[in-house]
C-alpha cells in the first residue's frame, strides 16, 4: 500500500521569504510523484510532476521539487513568495502499476504581507 | 484546455434522499475520478472508472455508486444521503497511464446534507 505525508496543515510566511513544504511518501512499487494546487473557491490544479530524469523538477510560477529516493521524498520549495501563492497544496503520488493518485492531507500556505 | 464541469456548485439535501452528482469533460479521457475533500483528511478516492461501464472502488466506497454510461459523463450517487456526507466533492479526469496524464479537477461540489 502506498501513503503520503505532509506534516505541515498550515504553513505562515511574509512575503518575499523563502518556503519549504514537506511530503514524504512509502510504496512498496515504484511512483510518479505531483505537487498539486487549489486556490480558494477552485478545483486542484497540478504545480508540478516527477516521471523521470533529473531529479529536480520546477514549476512556470518558481517553485520547484526534488525526489530524493533514499528519503522519499518530495519537498517543494519557493525561494521567494507573493500574496498570490496563498493556497492549499497537495502532494500526491502515483504508482506506476495503476492510474489512481493517492493524496497528502494538504498543507496550506499563509502569505502575509 | 481540458475542462471538467461538476453541475452543481453547492447542494443541500436531507438525510435519507437519494442525491445525484454529475461530471461531465471534454477532452475524450478514459479515466474519471471521484474524490470527496475534507479538513485535515486532504482527498480520499471514492470510485474510479477507466472505461464505459467499468468501475473501481476507492478507498472510502461506502454509501457510494457510481455510473458511467458514456465516455465522458461520471455519476456519483448518494443512495440515502446521511450527514456523514457532507463534504466537498471533487471530479477529475485523465488520459490512461500510457500517457502520463496528470488529473484534471471540476471546481468542486459542496454538498451539506441536513
Redesign the interface.
Known sequence: AQSVT?LD?QVPVFEEAPVELRCNYSSSVSV?L?W?VQYP??????LL?Y?SGSTLVESINGFEAEFNKSQTSFHLRKPSVHISDTAEY?CAV?PLN?????????TRLQVFP | DVKVTQSSRYLVKRTGEKVFLECVQDMDHENMFWYRQDPGLGLRLIYFSYDVKMKEKGDIPEGYSVSREKKERFSLILESASTNQTSMYLCASSRMSSYNSPLHFGNGTRLTVT
Not at chain 1, 41 to 46: A, V, W
Open positions: 505532509q496543515s510518479y505531483f498539486y473557491n477552485q478545483g486542484l490544479q497540478l510532476k516521471l497537495f502515483r495503476t492510474d489512481k493518485l493517492i493524496f497528502g492531507t494538504g
